[in-house]
């Protein structure tokens, strides 16, 4: 069983940065960072392989947001830079057996999520 604990949120000014923290025990899956604003649906962001740090992310974000993993720490993070109104949503890590996915269905376990609210 993997728990996955998130961290990080906040409200920020647009153009400012955040970084996302996930905890997670017992995983040695790919882990995913999605978000869902409200209206919406749930929305890939970033997923990283743990073999080997491999990287793959949502067009919206490329360039702007950066996941990384601390084995040691068993942590994830996703470090957001240029944060755009547009970023405002729910937050959520996720691990799955699959790599790259982007699709919410395989992955097999979620965190309860983190808030970041990015204000114009």
């Known amino acids: 069983q993997v728990q996955l604990v998130e961290s990080g949120g906040g409200l920020v000014q647009a153009g400012g940065s955040l970084r996302l923290s996930c905890a997670a025990s017992?995983?040695?899956?790919?882990m995913g960072w999605f978000r869902q604003a409200p209206g919406k649906e749930r929305e890939f962001v970033a997923t990283?392989?743990?073999?080997?740090?491999?990287?793959y992310y949502a067009d919206s974000v490329k360039g702007r947001f950066t996941i990384s993993r601390d084995d040691k720490k068993a942590t994830v993070y996703l470090q957001m830079s240029r944060l755009k109104p547009e970023d405002t949503a729910t937050y959520y890590c996720?691990?799955?057996?699959?790599?790259?996915?982007?699709?919410?269905?395989?992955?097999?376990?979620w965190g309860r999520g983190t808030q970041v609210t990015v204000s114009s």
């Open positions: 996720a691990a799955g057996r699959f790599y790259p996915t982007s699709r919410s269905a395989q992955y097999d376990y």
């Open positions: 017992g995983s040695s899956y790919a």
């Open positions: 990283i392989r743990p073999s080997d740090g491999s990287t």
